[in-house]
Nanobody, 130 residues
Framework: QVQLVESGGGLVQAGGSLKLSCAAS????????MGWFRQAPGKERELIAT???????NYAESVKGRFTISRDNAKNTLFLQMNSLKPEDTAVYYC????????????????????????WGKGTLVTVSL
């Protein structure tokens, strides 16, 4: 089992900044990559940024140059630094952890007993006002 808890959301004016955090606990050895998604009212959930175990990152064009994803593996924490926020950034932001299909794996010297579930946090709301 993996548990994810997001924090750091809130109300900010356009042009401001926020830093989101996602604390992972449980079978964190099973996590191969993590990402941030967001869902605005009436819209589909969209991928914002990802980071894998090697530190490689990818960003959606809508946030490239403004948002930065990072992770602290020692603390099992994922971050999203959001700068130059726009009203269209208003959404619930979700943390995601990618794990292997069901089975037992040997990862970095430890055994991962994966249930194959896609794990999500409950989300944190970011509201950007004019």
């Amino acid at each position: 089992q993996v548990q994810l808890v997001e924090s750091g959301g809130g109300l900010v004016q356009a042009g401001g900044s926020l830093k989101l955090s996602c604390a992972a606990s449980g079978d964190t050895i099973c996590i191969t990559a993590m990402g941030w998604f967001r869902q605005a009212p009436g819209k589909e959930r969209e991928l914002i940024a990802t980071i894998n175990s090697g530190g490689n990152t990818n960003y959606a064009e809508s946030v490239k140059g403004r948002f930065t994803i990072s992770r602290d593996n020692a603390k099992n924490t994922l971050f999203l630094q959001m700068n130059s926020l726009k009203p269209e950034d208003t959404a619930v932001y979700y943390c995601n952890a990618d794990i292997p299909p069901p089975g037992t794996y040997y990862i970095n010297g430890s055994y991962c007993r994966s249930d194959g579930m896609g794990y999500w946090g409950k989300g944190t709301l970011v509201t950007v006002s004019l």
